[in-house]
């Protein structure tokens, strides 16, 4: 089946796009072959402007994949500072596992991604803290 048109839209940062579709009737929980939504492709590929209007117009901020994997575990995979902090303020669960167990901590540890890692500790300080 491939992408839908609003998938596409996600994926490439066409942020009028995504606007257009769902003011049109655009069903924003459809997913492509592999599970993939916009909110994850959009996040994968740094589209911060889309990410947020996703959340904004009430996409799910843990929806995942087949193999369970979240926006989250993208942001961190690929060091997207920006949609790490954007996500944690939404409410981003960081405790979510994929299939093989990983966390988006995990992911941004295992790629070096030091903002997105260093965001999310101090996430996890401040739920310990109870802040």
Not at 18 to 46: F, I, K
Request: proline letters at 2%.
């Amino acid at each position: 089946m491939g992408f839908s048109p609003l998938l596409w839209a996600c994926a490439n940062g066409q942020k009028g796009a995504v606007e257009l579709l769902l003011y049109h009737g655009a069903n924003m929980l459809l997913t492509g072959d592999n599970g993939e939504t916009g909110l994850l492709l959009a996040a994968c590929r740094g589209h911060y402007d889309v990410v947020h209007y996703l959340l904004r117009a009430g996409f799910p901020v843990d929806q995942s994949d087949e193999l369970y994997n979240t926006a989250l575990m993208f942001a961190a995979y690929n060091n997207n500072a920006a949609i790490v902090s954007l996500l944690l303020d939404w409410g981003a669960d960081i405790t979510a596992m994929n299939a093989d167990g990983w966390t988006a901590l995990d992911f941004a540890i295992q790629r070096r991604s030091r903002a997105s890692q260093r965001l999310i500790e101090k996430h996890i300080i401040s739920l310990l803290q109870g802040q």
